[in-house]
């Protein structure tokens, strides 16, 4: 069977004539046609204008809305991908984008699995054959020399985290190059990457690095193009310490605070603590990792608007003031993980994409430990439904079998 059977395609006006006849070549070649009724409509990735928007909803409800990225992965895949993970929303920069690290500390894997989920992309705990980006901060690790081996086959990059934090600084997805391994120009001693609307300028020799569009067809526009609305609309929003941000970290969080009509508020003094709970006074929005500490207390008794990371990442790409409440992942829960589930071992089944993510996600902020495989080790699987192989051989080992609810119901009582 043909990758794209079943796929009856529309080129966007945003694609240059080159790309869509490569896009039409490849299609065509590979099951797609671009007869009618339509299924998808491919435009160019960042680009999604509003005559995109008034063709896909003039033509039906149920038109998919993918970037070209999408055609380019399908084929690497060999096997369609899921559309929703596509998006040309030039808000979504990670659109397209299936993450993994190694070897970097937890809060780093949590900013990053944070930043690329809200914006548009996928995260993995393990390296599956299905990753684009494993980031690394030195090579050598399994992970780092698999994912070398398989690049040529795969098409992986592994890069610094530097990438993301620029990126996420400028709003807008940069080019890797300056970025990748096995020798990465950020981390060359002596040399100097600034960014400007161009592209990635090398301080050291003064030569200007391709703009994005060169190298990879998109052309972005950073006066703004793009942006969503400025859902802050002048909050002042003060970024908890809890959330262990390095310097480059925190510079482009606050960037894109200040993008979307915000206000940062800096709690500066040789307590940081102290200063921290008083400049909850002056802020609107508190964002930290734990429902702990003085500055948390005094921002929940204050009334203050109070959610995590994840959820800072997702309103300023949605552009929407969503409730931090809405989500689990958007609420800061207590340290140390849930009693009597913290270091336990936890196993899934029956979930697949999406939803298999999320449960991931929430194994993690309860403080136990996900395992792909189930063991005799492991004390409790969740399921999508049953029989299955997992359930038949967990309930032959006692081994408690429950569906997501019963995790959520954990997290929500912490207990």
């Known amino acids: 069977m043909a990758v794209f059977d079943g796929v009856h395609y529309i080129l966007s006006p945003s694609l240059p004539p080159s790309r869509r006849h490569e896009l039409a070549s490849i299609l065509d070649l590979n099951g797609a046609t671009s007869t009618g009724p339509h299924t998808h409509l491919i435009a160019l990735g960042g680009s999604y204008s509003h005559h995109d928007k008034q063709s896909a909803e003039s033509a039906?409800?149920?038109l998919k809305v993918v970037s070209d990225k999408w055609v380019d992965r399908s084929i690497v895949m060999g096997k369609i991908q899921?559309?929703?993970?596509y998006s040309p929303d030039p808000a979504m920069i990670?659109?397209?984008?299936?993450?993994?690290?190694?070897?970097?500390?937890?809060?780093?894997?949590e900013v990053l699995s944070a930043g690329i989920t809200a914006l548009g992309g996928q995260?993995?705990?393990?390296?599956?054959?299905?990753?684009?980006?494993?980031?690394?901060?030195?090579p050598g690790s399994d992970k780092y020399n698999t994912a070398l081996h398989f690049a040529p086959h795969t098409h992986m990059s592994i890069v610094t985290p530097h990438w993301f934090d620029d990126s996420v600084r400028l709003g807008r997805r940069l080019p890797e190059t300056p970025y990748l391994w096995p020798d990465p120009v950020v981390l060359r001693p002596g040399v100097a990457l600034t960014l400007d609307e161009d592209g990635i300028n090398n301080g050291d020799s003064k030569r200007k690095r391709p703009r994005t569009s060169d190298i990879t067809g998109e052309d972005f526009n950073l006066s703004g193009a793009g942006e969503k609305e400025r859902v802050w609309e002048g909050r002042k929003v003060l970024l908890c310490r809890s959330l262990e941000l390095s310097e480059s970290q925190r510079g482009a969080v606050e960037a894109g605070i200040k993008r979307s009509g915000g206000i940062v508020v800096k709690a500066d003094g040789v307590d940081g603590n102290e200063a921290e709970e008083k400049a909850v006074d002056t802020c609107d929005v508190f964002v930290t990792r734990w429902r702990?500490?003085?500055?948390?207390?005094?921002?929940?008794?204050?009334?203050?608007?109070?959610?995590?990371?994840?959820?800072?990442?997702?309103?300023e790409s949605s552009g929407t003031l969503h409730s931090p409440l809405?989500?689990?992942?958007?609420?800061?829960v207590p340290r140390g993980g849930i009693p009597g589930l913290a270091g336990c071992e936890i196993s899934i089944t029956n979930y697949t994409g999406t939803a298999?993510?999320?449960?991931?996600?929430?194994?993690?902020?309860?403080?136990a430990k996900f395992t792909p495989s189930l063991s005799m080790d492991n004390k409790v699987l969740i399921a999508g439904f049953q029989p299955s192989p997992k359930t038949t051989r967990a309930l032959a080992w006692s081994i408690p079998v429950v569906n997501h609810t019963w995790l959520e119901d954990c997290i929500v009582e912490w207990r």
């Open 60 to 62: 039906n409800t149920t």
């Open 94 to 109: 990670f659109s397209g984008t299936v993450a993994c690290a190694t070897d970097l500390p937890a809060s780093d894997v």
């Open 356 to 367: 298999r993510d999320y449960l991931k996600r929430l194994i993690s902020l309860a403080g």
């Open 123 to 138: 995260w993995r705990i393990g390296l599956t054959r299905d990753v684009t980006h494993l980031f690394a901060l030195r």
């Open 82 to 85: 899921s559309e929703q993970y």
């Open 292 to 315: 702990s500490g003085k500055a948390y207390f005094k921002a929940a008794r204050a009334s203050r608007l109070i959610g995590t990371l994840t959820w800072l990442f997702s309103v």
């Open 326 to 332: 809405d989500s689990l992942l958007w609420y800061p």
